[in-house]
């Protein structure tokens, strides 16, 4: 029986639903063939070639708007776009980095997922290809940027590794060949080993020899300090580890996704919408990251899905998710900026060099409407 709770969340999920469909439909041209980049500048995404890490969500906006609404309005902007992530691994336009998965994931699972079709599944497998020549059979690692020789970077790994790993799972469901799970597998066992501290909170990035295997050490590149914990990087591990758990099986990626998960929870401000990094907390004046709130509404919502109703928290991963949902809603749309074309203000993209601070990110933007998508309806998702 539907209660006047349920009554109450579907009205405002149902007005963000469309405004935020709305916003992408006013968008298609603008983003035709181009992409908006990483982050708005005043709150205005301005077009830009595809090859950016960033690029798919774009793509990832059309598909959800295209299921949200079932309508072949966005179909035509879909197919442009799939065109040019084609031709982006033919020419291997800004391919050096881990982010394929992200890249190839919203693009070519997406559309296989939507639309069935065979050459999006040949595209996601050739993009699988690309992203296990980055990985490192003696360190048992995918090195997250850069060119393999690059000695800033050779051995690096970075916690929002895991959502690239999805691409690999799906390559190895579709050709039968483990050697892409077992390279993910590999690499999520070592990022749960030395990515995640003993307090369960995160380094953004760690470093391996690659010659020898060794583990080095941690440090930051996004977050406030070496020690702290970057807010996005933990919204990325509380899903990419749920995410990993759902394709092996092993359980304990499940309980390390629960303990980021709570701190991730524990250090909520007052309005449910986490600081750019969890050692930041009220009166700090320092800025929020919505963009973290809605990665980890998605991945608290994916969690709790696997979880047993009787477990204490299962409840609780909603409840969270719901509350930081409703407080995105409330305050940190654009809804009254109407010269915006983003979604979520209040983002940060790196704070330490002043990059895309207090703005929309592109990503916020995305899986805020993912988030809408999963409480609105059940969805199979891309990842
Ligand atoms: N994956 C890069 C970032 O979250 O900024």
Redesign the pocket.
């Known amino acids: 029986m539907e209660t006047s709770y349920d009554v109450q969340l579907s009205q405002w999920v149902a007005e963000q639903i469309d405004f935020t469909v709305n916003q992408v439909r006013k968008n298609t041209k603008t983003f035709d063939t181009l992409v908006p980049p ?1 982050a708005s500048e005043q709150l205005v995404y301005r077009p830009e070639a595809n090859h950016d ?1 960033t690029a798919s969500f774009w793509t990832g906006m059309l598909f959800l708007s295209k299921e949200l609404t079932g309508s072949t309005e966005f179909d035509e902007t879909i197919e442009k776009q799939l065109h040019s992530f084609q031709e982006r691994l033919d020419q291997r336009i800004g391919l050096e980095t881990h ?1 394929i998965g ?1 890249l190839y994931s919203l693009t070519a699972i997406a559309d296989y997922r939507v639309n069935g079709r065979e050459s999006s599944k040949k595209l996601a497998i050739a993009a699988a290809d690309l992203l296990m020549a980055r990985y490192s059979p003696k360190a048992q690692i995918i090195q997250a940027w850069g060119n393999l020789d690059d000695p800033q970077q050779r051995g690096r790994i ?1 916690i ?1 590794c895991l ?1 690239n790993l999805p691409l690999l799972y799906f390559a190895s469901q579709m050709t039968g060949n483990e050697s892409y799970k077992k390279a993910a597998y590999a690499h999520a066992k070592q990022t749960q080993k030395y990515i995640v501290r003993d307090n369960a909170t995160t380094y953004h990035t760690y470093y391996f020899d690659v010659e020898t295997g060794a583990a080095i050490g941690g440090n930051t590149q ?1 977050g406030y300090a070496d020690d702290s914990c970057w807010a ?2 933990q919204a ?1 591990g509380i899903y990419g580890f749920t995410l990993s758990y759902l394709y092996t099986g092993d359980t304990s990626f499940l309980k390390t996704a629960q303990d980021l998960a709570d701190y991730f929870i524990a250090e909520l401000p007052a309005d449910k919408v986490s600081y750019w990094d969890l050692v930041f907390n009220d009166g700090s004046q320092e800025e929020r990251d919505s ?1 973290a709130a809605a990665i980890a509404v998605c991945g608290l919502l994916e969690l709790a899905k696997h979880l047993p109703i009787t477990q204490p928290n299962q409840a609780a991963y909603q409840e969270n998710a719901l509350a930081i949902l409703a407080s995105l809603a409330q305050n940190y749309t654009t809804i009254d900026h109407p010269e915006s074309n983003g979604l979520l203000m209040h983002g940060v ?2 704070k330490n060099s002043l990059k895309g601070v207090d703005e929309c990110m592109i ?1 916020g933007d995305y899986y805020y409407m993912e988030a809408l998508m999963r409480v609105s309806q059940s969805w199979y998702s891309y990842w």
Do not use: C, T
């Open positions: 990483a890490w982010d992200f970075i929002d959502m996004q996005r990087g990325w963009s993209y790196d990503w």
